[in-house]
């Protein structure tokens, strides 16, 4: 048994939960001396360039969360033309959906009806479209941007375990994406509908967004909200946070063309990643 499949084995028992909760905990303390050492030990852990950051001095962020979801620089992610990335981090997976699959990796495939909630008719849409995946990585800046402009539709809590998102326990655990907890938003867009799913993972304290604040944990059912009065975000803007690391699964209703060579790209927010052909362009 090779080392990363069992270290996706030893997660199946693990109280995912709890341990988030006392992860949680710790990153949200006011305690100077804790804040400070978890920071500090943080950065140099996982090399953080505090130059790119709006407040660079790490004692001056009140826990370790506002840390981990510091906001960059004014310029350091200029947006490029055409669909781009809504954060930082490895481009492990796109390409086509066929027949509402999505690749989860080599040799895992999962549902976007799943990944979506259980919906059908939610996942309609997209059945025949494209999606692409953002591994967030602990280094990586965690406020996760519009790839498009668009308009909320819906916004749906989707309960589940709490596996890791590294490529070990993607490779290792079938449906990662359809059975870790997750917030689907749907937009409307002049390239057709999107989907942004956030995915939880290990340790993710919570997820939050820039129209409702903390959204999970919430209760153990699906939960969907549907919006009268339009939010609509232009593209690059900011749309949610991660508490700590994890995974944007972005699903279009139709063909994107992608500039990647191939997998595990590191890219950044504001980085073109591709387009979706003028031809197909109509609102759901």
């Known amino acids: 048994m090779t080392r990363d499949k069992l270290f996706a084995l030893i997660q199946y028992p693990l109280p995912h939960h709890l341990i988030s909760r006392a992860v949680g905990w710790f990153a949200e303390t006011r305690l100077s001396w804790l804040k400070n050492a978890l920071i500090r030990a943080f950065i140099k852990r996982f090399k953080v360039d505090m130059d790119e950051a709006a407040e660079p001095d790490p004692t001056a962020y009140a826990c370790f969360n506002d840390f981990f979801t510091r906001a960059l620089r004014k310029g350091a992610r200029p947006v490029a033309e055409g669909l781009v990335s809504p954060a930082d981090g490895t481009l492990s997976q796109f390409g086509r959906t066929h027949h509402g699959t999505l690749i989860q990796a080599k040799s895992q495939a999962y549902s976007l009806t799943s990944l979506l909630g259980g919906?059908?008719?939610?996942?309609?849409?997209?059945?025949?479209?494209?999606?692409?995946?953002?591994?967030?990585?602990?280094?990586?800046?965690?406020?996760?941007?519009?790839?498009?402009?668009?308009?909320?539709?819906?916004?749906?809590?989707?309960?589940?375990?709490?596996?890791?998102?590294?490529?070990?326990?993607?490779?290792?655990?079938?449906?990662?994406?359809?059975?870790?907890?997750?917030?689907?938003?749907?937009?409307?867009?002049?390239?057709?509908?999107?989907?942004?799913?956030?995915?939880?993972?290990?340790?993710?304290?919570?997820?939050?967004?820039?129209?409702?604040?903390?959204?999970?944990?919430?209760?153990?059912?699906?939960?969907?909200?549907?919006?009268?009065?339009?939010?609509?975000?232009?593209?690059?803007?900011?749309?949610?946070?991660?508490?700590?690391?994890?995974?944007?699964?972005?699903?279009?209703?139709?063909?994107?063309?992608?500039?990647?060579?191939?997998?595990?790209?590191?890219?950044?927010?504001?980085?073109?990643?591709?387009?979706?052909?003028?031809?197909?362009?109509?609102?759901?």
């Open 119 to 284: 919906d059908m008719h939610r996942a309609a849409p997209f059945r025949q479209g494209s999606f692409a995946t953002v591994y967030l990585s602990p280094s990586d800046y965690h406020r996760v941007h519009m790839p498009l402009t668009g308009t909320l539709k819906e916004m749906v809590y989707v309960p589940g375990r709490i596996f890791s998102v590294n490529q070990a326990t993607a490779d290792h655990v079938p449906g990662l994406f359809a059975r870790n907890e997750r917030l689907v938003c749907i937009f409307d867009t002049e390239e057709g509908p999107l989907a942004m799913v956030l995915v939880g993972a290990m340790i993710v304290a919570a997820i939050e967004t820039v129209w409702a604040g903390q959204i999970t944990p919430l209760s153990g059912q699906v939960q969907s909200i549907r919006f009268d009065e339009p939010i609509t975000l232009e593209k690059g803007a900011e749309m949610g946070r991660f508490k700590l690391g994890s995974t944007v699964v972005m699903c279009f209703g139709h063909e994107a063309s992608f500039d990647a060579a191939g997998l595990d790209a590191s890219v950044r927010m504001g980085e073109r990643l591709g387009e979706i052909p003028h031809h197909a362009t109509q609102t759901s």
